[in-house]
């Protein structure tokens, strides 16, 4: 007689989500670039995986299942609210040093500048730059969690760095 595989148990959804919790709401944080809509999408994807549990608990990756969950709060969220006004003041960097800010205020500045002109990325693109360079996903797993082809997800990625380098070109010409 062979044996049969023994099927795979998933953490209660309390054990899991505590263990996941704070690396969910840092995904989220960089997505969204705001605390409060990371903390909604969070939120919501974990409500709906409660929900799902026995299904979404059997699935290769809970967490990469939980991440897209969130993802597509986020964009649905973004279409519901489509424009919103940052409240941070814009933030020029002066004396940057060739290799890069060495006073702590001008880190600070230079990551707002960039978290700012992320957060004018349609979602999608936001989406894929935040998978790309803070997840490090290939453009396979990319295109696996935002649910589009590969070749979609590398070009949300190359207009997503256009439009940045863009931006920060005018940005540099207006200073």
């Known amino acids: 007689m062979s044996a049969r595989p023994a099927p795979v148990v998933a953490p209660p959804f309390d054990d899991w989500v505590a263990a996941r919790s704070a690396a969910l709401l840092r995904f989220a944080y960089l997505l969204t670039g705001s605390q409060s809509e990371a903390e909604d999408a969070v939120q919501s994807a974990l409500e709906r995986a409660l929900a799902r549990w026995q299904h979404v608990s059997r699935v290769d990756d809970p967490e990469t299942y939980v991440r897209r969950m969130i993802v597509n709060e986020h964009i ?4 519901r609210w489509r424009r919103r006004v940052s409240p941070v003041a814009v933030v020029r960097e002066s ?4 290799g890069g800010p060495t006073d702590p205020a001008e880190v600070v500045a ?8 992320c957060a004018q990325l349609p979602p999608a693109q936001r ?3 935040v998978l790309r360079f803070y997840q490090d996903l290939d453009y396979r ?5 935002l649910g589009c082809a590969e070749a ?5 990625v190359h207009r997503a760095l256009h439009a940045l380098r863009r931006e920060l070109a005018e940005e540099d010409g207006d200073a």
């Open 76 to 79: 649905s969220l973004w279409r």
């Open 95 to 98: 004396n940057v040093v060739a």
């Open 110 to 117: 230079s990551t707002d500048v960039v978290r700012r002109l």
């Open 127 to 129: 989406a894929a730059v």
């Open 141 to 145: 797993e990319i295109a696996a969690l």
């Open 152 to 156: 979609t997800a590398r070009s949300h």
